[in-house]
Antibody, heavy 121, light 113 residues
Framework: EVQLVESGGGLVQPGGSLRLSCAAS????????MHWVRQAPGKGLEYVSV????????YYANSVKGRFTISRDNSRSTLFLQMGSLRDEDMGVYYC??????????????WGQGALVTVSS | DIVMTQSPDSLAVSLGERATINCKSS????????????LAWYQQIPGQPPKLLIS???TRESGVPDRFSGSGSGTDFTLTISSLQAEDVAVYYC?????????FGQGTKLEIK
């Protein structure tokens, strides 16, 4: 059974940093691209970032570019999102999700339960 | 970036009736070389993560009831629920995966009338 479990969420002050993790199991992690998607309280889904199977290619939404870094450790089947210079508008639930196939350009077929990030002084 | 726009923002339908949600992309998500539309639909029940319902504009994922169907091509797409059930109350999102960023529509909230 495919499982994605996020951790590392919490309360952080504006301008602070936080590192999210997503532990994957039930599939060959190194064969799939992985994504982060976030959802502000009461709002819709916002695409954040993607990383290729080997970690060599990454993409960021303009809203987080230069502040967030996506990475992965295939030996530990874990995805990361290092978030810095956090702002009020970064607050919300952060989901990790799996690319639906080992190839390029596929939807997101499995999602974690999400990690809540609260930005407040 | 490709902008995805859904309509309506919210919808109330009686049990057993048809629900129709529309999604429009700012540019075509049809890849001509394979004639596939890079368009997905997700269902998000309150308090849960999104669930992939339909990929390639019209292909239902395994286990998704056949009352859910997707149609459309190019820039205009539709999600149809043929006979609304109580468990279908949710927010529905379209998403393009033709190019980065894989943007979502703003969501359509579906309720029971």
């Amino acid at each position: 059974e495919v499982q994605l479990v996020e951790s590392g969420g919490g309360l952080v002050q504006p301008g602070g940093s936080l590192r999210l993790s997503c532990a994957a199991s039930g599939f060959s992690f190194s064969n799939y691209g992985m994504h982060w998607v976030r959802q502000a309280p009461g709002k819709g889904l916002e695409y954040v970032s993607v990383i290729s199977r080997d970690g060599g290619d990454t993409y960021y939404a303009n809203s987080v570019k230069g502040r967030f870094t996506i990475s992965r450790d295939n030996s530990r089947s874990t995805l990361f999102l290092q978030m810095g210079s956090l702002r009020d508008e970064d607050m919300g639930v952060y989901y990790c999700a799996r690319h639906a196939d080992s190839g390029d350009y596929h939807p997101l077929d499995y999602w974690g339960q999400g990690a809540l990030v609260t930005v407040s002084s | 970036d490709i902008v995805m726009t859904q309509s309506p923002d919210s919808l109330a339908v009686s049990l057993g009736e048809r629900a129709t949600i529309n999604c429009k992309s700012s540019q075509s998500v049809l890849y001509n070389s394979n004639n596939m539309n890079y368009l997905a639909w997700y269902q998000q029940i309150p308090g849960q993560p999104p669930k992939l319902l339909i990929s390639w504009a019209s292909t239902r994922e395994s286990g998704v009831p056949d009352r859910f169907s997707g149609s459309g091509s190019g820039t205009d797409f539709t999600l149809t629920i043929s006979s609304l059930q109580a468990e279908d109350v949710a927010v529905y999102y379209c998403q393009q995966y033709y190019s980065n960023p894989y943007n979502f529509g703003q969501g359509t909230k579906l309720e029971i009338k």
